[in-house]
């Protein structure tokens, strides 16, 4: 089945189902972009720039940004905004969703052909001006997904109604289901964390990552493996094929104590995701969906997974 017979399958909003096919054709582009070898010069770390929030912005990041925008002037969305902008953007229309999207998710892996992707999460604007629109809580999206650019270009997606994979068929240029209404195993022996920030790590991070590497002869009685891509989607997509659970808590870092990942473009549309594939998707205390949210770039601690990891986390993370 194509993306456009599952969405008439299971998408209720006509115009839903628009947006997601404006994405799709967005990364299609961007992907072919990615893929070409005029990259090679547009990835050069001269040419980086640094965005309004202090993060490395690169060439590839902001052409994908505006391609995204390109594609959504043509859909029915009324409005847009991303990571590599500090506002969001008004079509100036009457219509009722609204976009927001990571146009490029793991830049630090976009030089060194390792997978990268675009995150996106559709919400209704709920009758509210644009910019109190654009700060609602994760709970009211209808739809949310990631494409990721890998040896495949894939595409996660949810339009609540569980969540489905589909791989672009380059030749015909269409994105094809590969596995429909995906479970995330609920136990797991893989975690994926960025070790080198353990001397920032709070106590009950400090404590989950030692009990799971202290193996067989620990409190958790069995081994674990560590999987650490540094590409959300590229780690997320490990995880919804055969489980995991994804680390990035806050840390004693100022720049990022609440966290790094952005709430409303990162961990708001996996959270969604995860949810309808039977994982859990937390910030230590409070599910990510019922987070609330107080402005569009704000961060947010995010644990994800296999179910019995992240309640296991959650367990300790109760008693600091
Ligand atoms: P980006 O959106 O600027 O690429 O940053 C988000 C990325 C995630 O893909 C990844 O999980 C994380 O940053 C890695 O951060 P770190 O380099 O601190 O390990
Ligand atoms: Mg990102």
Redesign the pocket.
């Known amino acids: 089945m194509d993306l456009d017979n599952y969405l008439l399958k299971k998408s209720t909003e006509e115009e839903i189902s628009s947006i997601v096919k404006s994405l799709a054709d967005a990364a299609i582009k961007i992907s072919t972009i990615i893929r070409s070898v005029k990259t090679q010069e547009d990835v050069s770390k001269t040419d980086t720039k640094i965005n309004f929030d202090g ?2 912005q690169k060439p590839l990041d902001i052409s994908s940004d505006e391609i995204i925008i390109s594609f959504l002037k043509k859909s029915p969305a009324a409005g847009y905004a991303s ?1 590599e902008q500090e506002g969001h953007i008004d079509f100036k229309n009457n219509n009722d969703f609204i976009v927001f999207a ?1 146009p ?5 892996n976009i030089d060194v052909n390792v997978s990268i992707g675009t995150i996106f999460s559709i919400m209704s604007k709920n009758n509210l001006p644009l910019e109190k629109a654009f700060i609602q809580n994760g709970s009211n999206q209808k739809s949310s997904g990631f494409f990721v650019y890998g040896p495949q270009t894939t595409l996660l997606i949810t339009v609540g109604a569980g969540t489905s994979l589909f791989a672009l068929d380059e030749l015909q240029g269409k994105f094809i289901l590969i596995r429909d209404n995906i479970v995330i195993p609920e136990t797991t022996n893989e975690f994926a964390i ?1 070790a080198a ?1 353990k001397r920032y790590w709070d106590c009950a991070t400090l404590k989950y990552i030692s009990e799971c590497q202290d193996g067989e002869s620990g409190p958790r009685k069995k081994n674990f493996g560590m999987r650490w891509v ?4 590229a ?1 997320a997509s490990r995880i919804f094929n055969r489980g995991g659970i994804f680390l ?1 808590p806050a840390d004693m870092r100022e720049k990022y104590k609440n966290g ?2 952005r709430l409303t473009y ?1 961990a708001n549309p996996i959270a969604f995701l995860v949810e309808q594939a039977n994982g859990v998707a937390t910030d230590g205390h409070k599910n990510i969906l019922n987070l609330e949210v107080n402005e569009l770039h704000q961060r947010s601690p995010l644990i994800f997974g296999s179910k019995e990891e992240v309640l296991e986390y959650k367990k300790l993370y109760s008693k600091l």
Do not use: K
Not at 230 to 233: C, F, K, P, Q, T
């Open positions: 993060d490395i990571e990571d490029l998710d793991g830049s630090s960025n920030y540094g590409s959300l989607v780690d990035y790094r990942l990162e």
